[in-house]
């Protein structure tokens, strides 16, 4: 039995930055989530991401109008995605070494995202087969839908 299905045993799990530091490779200025608020094993995630005006893509993403790129948004995505998978494979003796997005289909960019704004990437999966992932994505402000889109993942365990 993996790790998180100890951890929720059918409730939902969570993950603080210090656990999302233990199972993503990335950090800032490129980590993109700043915490998991609900785990369902490895089936479906809500990830937080609250967009500070201090980051550095807002010096060219635009002076003078702040807009999230919409990219980050689909790296956003992925990165929660992403943490649930290696916290669903992760045991003592197996761990993730990297997680590669592969793939993205179906994306949409609804409304812009703003300093000030916290978005909510809603993850449910999709499929799973071996090392690769398929999962569907919702980013969300305040309920609002802004952006969508499928995501497919790697993980490398060796």
Known sequence: MSEAARDTNGELGTADIQKLLELLPHRYPFLMIDRIVEIDRDESCVGIKNVTV?????????????????????????QTAGAICCRHIQTDELRTKQVFFMTIDKCKFRKPVTPGDQVRFHMKKMNHRRTMWWFRGEARVEGTLVAEAEIGAMLVTE
Do not use: C, D, Y
């Not at 109008?65 to 689909?74: K, Y």
């Open 54 to 78: 201090n980051e550095p893509q807002f010096m060219g993403h635009f002076p003078g109008l702040p807009v999230f790129p919409g990219v980050l948004l689909i790296e956003g995505m992925a």
